[in-house]
């Protein structure tokens, strides 16, 4: 057995402490977006493939016999090629994929499917925005320059801000609630856009939301083709045969 993880979340990172400690064979994979990405347990692969015949011809070449996508619910791109190439290759493929985020009484959220609909659902007088979308998608808002945007990244921006009245914060979360309500006062935050990222990691910025009854504009994942889904470390291992050995 050799597994191929698709990584790149909090998710991830623990997966590769269990192979590890299973001395289950794994490559960790980084599709290489993060300028210091979190050191792992595992042999570290940095970059793209280069598409779906990329990523199949790395899956031959490596011995690859089994691939777990763990990666944030909105790397479509590298999923949707993760299901092409397992299917080319005939090699087993399952997700670890977070739950999404679901309302809770005192929430204020309105869902939109897409970036561009966050975009036009922004109000038309100027507003102060935490802008907690990374920054891949961060060229629309370029739409609505009138607001001032609070945008937190793992990363400095490589070139300038499409928005002209913003400040970015370099943080890595997890984060907690205290500290996200502290944020939102201290720049007197009115709206909030979000992607239904799920995980406990960035959650607290829902919850600090709901606590300073501040609307939030959240957008829906995109669609993934089909694909064996789980959403806990027990159950990837008991799919690679490994339950018994780690007891759980």
Not at 41 to 66: F, Q, W
Not at 73 to 78: E, M
Not at 204 to 215: I, Q, T, V, W, Y
Request: aromatic share 6%.
């Amino acid at each position: 057995m050799r597994v191929l993880l698709l990584g790149g979340t909090t998710e991830a990172t623990a997966l590769a402490h269990a192979f590890a400690a299973a001395g289950i064979d794994a490559i960790f994979s980084y599709a290489g977006r993060t300028e210091n990405p979190v050191a792992q347990p595992l042999p570290t692969r940095l970059g793209g493939y280069g598409g779906i015949n990329g990523l199949a011809d790395y899956v031959i070449d490596a011995k690859i016999t089994h691939v777990v996508d763990a990666t944030h619910p909105f790397a479509t791109q590298i999923s949707r090629n993760a299901v092409e190439a397992c299917a080319m290759t005939q090699t087993p493929l399952i997700a670890h994929e977070r739950s999404e985020w679901l309302a809770q009484p005192g929430d204020n959220w309105q869902h939109v499917p897409d970036t561009q609909t966050a975009v036009a659902a922004l109000p038309a007088n100027p507003a102060r925005i935490f802008l907690a979308i990374g920054k891949q998608t961060l060229p629309a808002f370029a739409a609505q320059p009138q607001h001032f945007y609070l945008l937190r990244l793992v990363d400095a921006p490589d070139a300038a801000l499409p928005v002209p009245n913003a400040e970015v914060i370099l943080d890595r979360g997890p984060f907690t609630v205290e500290s996200d309500i502290a944020l939102m006062r201290a720049h007197a935050i009115t709206h909030i856009v979000a992607k239904n990222s799920g995980g406990i990691g960035a959650l607290a910025k829902l919850e600090a939301a709901r606590c300073l009854h501040l609307p939030v504009i959240l957008i829906a994942r995109p669609a993934i083709p089909d694909r064996p889904i789980v959403r806990s470390i027990p159950a990837v291992m008991e799919w690679l045969g490994h339950s018994a050995r780690l007891g759980v």
